[in-house]
C-alpha cells in the first residue's frame, strides 16, 4: 500500500520553481530517506504533502486517498521545520495540552511514557521555557508520536542534538519503523540515513535526482567499487609499470600506494575478471579487500557524473 503518494507536484515562489514535477511514492512500512541540500526544496516538500501549503498544481494521496490532511490527520505524526511551543508550561503540560488540540486527548501516563521515548523524561517537569534547542526538538517529535500515529513525517528530527541523543533518537526511529510505523524523514547527516532507512530519493533544484534503496543507488552509480590489491611487498617501478600498461591495455586504471594497486571496477560480478587478469600480469596477491561508495559519495557527485539509470523521467 501506498501511504505517501505525489503526482508531478508544482510550486513555486514567485519566478523560482521550488518544487518542480515531483511525483514519488513511500510504501507502507518503509523508513524513507529524504535528502538534498540547503535550499533543495525538502522543507517546502513536506509542507505540501502535510497541507501547510498548496501547490501550484499536482495531487498528494495519503493512504491512497486525496481528501487533504484532515481527513487522515489522526493516522499522521508530523515534526515540521519549526514547531511552536508554550514555554510557560511544563513538558509534560504542554505535551498534555498539545494532545487536546490535536482532538485526541492523552492520558498523564501516555504522556510521560512518550517523554521518556524521546527521552525527555527527567525534564517532564521543566518549563519549556528552560528547554535547549535539542530538548525542544526532541519535544517535537514527542508532538508526533503522542497520539501513536500510523505515518510519521520528520523534518531533520537530530538536527540541534547531542551525540549521545543523535543515538537515542535514531534507535528510537528504527525501533518504532520496526513496530509497524511508516516514516518519511529528512536529514543532513548522511551516514544516519544510509544506515538507517530502507529506500532513498535525493532532490536537487526542485527534482527528485535520485532514487532507490542504497544497493541500488551503488549499483548504479558509476565507478562503484574500490578494489585494493595486497601485493605483500613493495613492488619495483618497472614491474609497477608493466603492471599498469597491462591494465591499460584492459581499459581499468590503477594508482600504487606502497604495496598496495587500487583499481577502479564498474560492478561487482567485474571483481573476479579482475583478479584473474592481475594474475595473468604476474601481480602477486596477499589478499583482496572491496570498498564501495557510501551515500555521501553518491550525494556529492554531480549529475554527469551518475548512470542514466537513476534518473527519473
Known amino acids: 500500500m501506498r501511504i505517501i503518494r505525489t503526482e508531478n507536484l508544482i510550486k513555486s515562489f514567485g519566478r523560482e520553481r521550488v518544487v518542480d514535477g515531483i511525483s514519488l511514492d513511500v510504501y507502507q512500512g518503509e523508513l524513507f530517506g529524504f535528502l538534498g541540500r540547503n535550499g533543495a526544496g525538502k522543507s517546502t516538500f513536506i509542507n505540501l504533502i502535510t497541507d501547510i501549503m498548496k501547490p501550484d498544481s499536482g495531487d498528494v494521496y495519503l493512504f491512497e486517498e486525496n481528501f487533504g490532511i484532515d481527513a487522515v490527520k489522526d493516522r499522521i505524526g508530523v515534526l515540521p521545520d ?29 504522556s510521560l511514557e512518550v517523554l521518556e521515548q524521546v527521552g525527555l523524561e527527567e525534564a517532564a517537569r521543566w518549563k519549556v521555557g528552560t528547554y535547549s534547542f535539542g530538548m525542544k526538538k526532541k519535544l517535537g ?58 529506500r532513498i530519493a535525493i532532490m536537487k533544484e526542485g ?49 600504487w600506494e606502497d604495496g598496495l594497486l587500487h583499481v577502479e571496477t564498474a560492478s561487482e560480478d567485474a571483481i573476479p575478471l579482475l ?36 534518473y527519473k523521467t
Open 275 to 310: 583478479v584473474q587478469q592481475l594474475v595473468q600480469l604476474h601481480v602477486p596477491i596477499y589478499g583482496v579487500s572491496v570498498e564501495q561508495p557510501s551515500l555521501e559519495d553518491i550525494f556529492l557527485h554531480e549529475p554527469e557524473q551518475v548512470s542514466d539509470d537513476l
Open 82 to 110: 519549526y514547531s511552536s511551543f508554550y514555554d510557560q508550561l511544563t513538558g509534560l503540560k504542554h505535551l498534555q495540552f498539545f494532545s487536546r488540540l490535536s482532538g485526541k486527548p492523552a492520558t498523564k501516563k501516555r
Open 207 to 255: 527534482t527528485i535526482a535520485l532514487e532507490g534503496s542504497l544497493k541500488e543507488l551503488q549499483q548504479q552509480f558509476q565507478a562503484t567499487f574500490m578494489v585494493t590489491i595486497d601485493t605483500g611487498t613493495t613492488l619495483g617501478e618497472e614491474d609497477k609499470a608493466r603492471i599498469s600498461r597491462g591494465l591499460a591495455e584492459k581499459k581499468r586504471g590503477g594508482a
Open 141 to 198: 517529535v514527542a508532538q508526533a508520536l503522542i497520539h501513536d500515529p500510523e505515518l510519521l513525517i520528520l523534518d531533520e528530527p537530530t538536527s540541534g542534538l547531542d551525540a549521545e541523543s543523535v543515538i537515542h533518537m535514531q534507535k528510537l526511529v528504527q525501533e518504532l519503523n520496526r513496530e509497524g510505523k511508516t516514516i518519511f524523514m529528512t536529514s543532513h547527516n548522511l551516514p544516519e540515513v544510509e544506515k538507517i532507512c530502507s
